[in-house]
């Protein structure tokens, strides 16, 4: 009898593979890729903000962007923020079903300590020193390829597949994954998905009209909403009206702005429907919101 394991073939991209180093007050603004991303946090604090929900990075934290998420990132450190970083794909459909089931997923440093992850990190940084030593002086200090010989590319490789695996793993014992099949969302139905929310939110003073972006980007209206829904999770409408929710707490919280105001400069009617709609959405006025929280 011989057993055989089944057959396979995938394949793993790896793009801007770094540990990097920032200055305290470092910001870096509102982006999105095409891969997925992976960071460690090694030193300092970070925080993620993805498309408003903010998200702290401590040390030994793992932070996992799925493609096509808007996020920015900012140094909120006293001093330096440390990190390893890496761009990746790979064409393994179990693996992306399960990677991809939530638009990010924060690992928790006492949750990674559970796993091999702390001991991966000391042997990439010992492949990049062994790069660095036998690799041509670099032009520009602020970056640097190093260039790795076959037996440490394949090391690379290996290493990364355990870090997925591992993220996989931890991510299904810190919340269940169902692995039901999604549909893949392609590099342009996220650079459509993109542009779009940037003009549904670049004022929200006025509410924009669909069909007129959709024209702009010569789409459908209904292609349009459709493809949006498929890389925010959200219609259209409801997406706008989270910003508006979050941009009018914002307000109340650090602003001495009016509620008149506040309601004119995210483009309500009235005073009345803004309040109206600000006790549907959290199930109080805006005055009311305002003497809840802490004095300015």
Known sequence: MIFNFQNMTSTLQIVGCHFGIKPDNWTYPKH????????CCMEGKAVQ???????????GDWFLIKPGVAHSVANVSDSHYGFFNIHFDLDDLDARNRLGTAPYR???SELAKESILPKVIPELERLMQQ???TGEPSKNPESRIISLALHQRLALQAYVLLIIQEIIQLSEIHSPIHTIAQHQISAYEVDIAHAFEERLTVDLTVN?????????LNISRSQLSKIFSKVYGLSPRQYLSRRKWSKAKE???????TVYTIAEQLGFRSVNHFSR?????IGMSPNQY???????
């Open 32 to 39: 999105h890729h095409h891969l997925y991303e992976l960071l």
């Open 290 to 296: 305002r003497h809840s929280m802490p004095s300015l």
């Open 208 to 216: 924009p009209s669909i069909s007129a972006i959709a024209g702009e």
């Open 49 to 59: 903000d993805i498309n408003g929900a903010m998200v702290e990075m401590n040390p």
């Open 131 to 133: 790069g660095l030593l």
């Open 106 to 108: 924060l690992i928790p």
């Open 251 to 257: 307000l109340l919280a650090t602003s001495n702005l």
């Open 277 to 281: 709609q600000f006790r549907r959405w």
